[in-house]
């Protein structure tokens, strides 16, 4: 097994219900990707943040978790409002354990949850048990292209995601935390890799749900990448 599906292994051991990151910026494929963990039997805790993009209405992620981000982080500007991470990790750590908990009774045994404000916040995340990092990465050019065909604002295209790509590796490599990272271009079209991943993270092999996640993949609406 080669080694970056050796460390997503091994980061959801302990805990019945394990907790995986997909750290990315918006355009970045994130939501490709997360979308496609939650076609495998992923929760990611619905209900999700809807967009305006009709390729991708779904953002996957969960709405409940933007909300409290956007409480804690300008998300045009991606600076921090008054005591942003006292409040973040005071709402997180009962909300990730009732959301755990509520998996485990639905018999899910990993939740993944996505936002790009979450990369302000790793060493909070990685306090939880059994928690796993991925980050999606995609050049800088494709993510601004992705951003002008939304036409959305500049800090959701390459602008933002110079800053958001620097916060998660810098606090990754400083706090010496195991990741994983993706290319979104290889995870899109390497089923190799993808069938890798599913296996690494005890994903669904149920013939229907890996169909189900493979058409989700399919151009043209995952083809220019996602949030």
């Avoid at 209405?57 to 804690?72: G, H, T, V, Y």
């Avoid at 959305?152 to 800053?163: D, E, L, R």
């Avoid at 990754?172 to 935390?177: G, H, K, M, R």
């Amino acid at each position: 097994m080669p080694d970056w599906c050796q460390q997503l292994t091994n980061s959801k051991a302990s805990p019945p219900v394990s907790v995986t990151y997909v750290l990315g910026s918006w355009s970045s494929g994130s939501t490709a990707l997360t979308g496609w963990m939650a076609h495998l039997g992923g929760d990611t805790c619905p209900p999700h943040q809807l967009t305006n993009d009709p390729r991708t209405p779904d953002s996957f992620e969960c709405k409940a978790l933007r909300d409290q981000l956007a409480r804690c982080r300008n998300e045009l500007t991606l600076k921090a409002l008054q005591d942003d991470r006292q409040r973040f990790q005071e709402w997180y750590q009962p909300w990730i354990e009732a959301q755990r908990e509520q998996a485990a009774r639905r018999n899910m045994p990993r939740i993944v949850l996505k936002h790009p404000l979450l990369a302000f916040y790793i060493d909070i995340l990685a306090q939880i048990p059994g928690a796993g990092f991925i980050v999606i990465t995609r050049p800088f050019a494709e993510i601004e292209r992705t951003r002008q065909r939304r036409v959305w604002h500049p800090i959701y295209g390459a602008t933002g995601a110079k800053v958001i790509y620097g916060q998660i590796f810098s606090s990754l490599l400083n706090q010496s935390i195991t990741h994983t990272a993706i290319a979104f271009n290889d995870f899109r079209s390497r089923r190799s890799l993808r069938n890798q991943l599913r296996l690494s993270l005890g994903l669904s092999a149920d013939k229907y749900r890996v169909q189900a996640s493979e058409q989700w993949l399919k151009p043209p609406l995952r083809s220019e990448g996602s949030t």
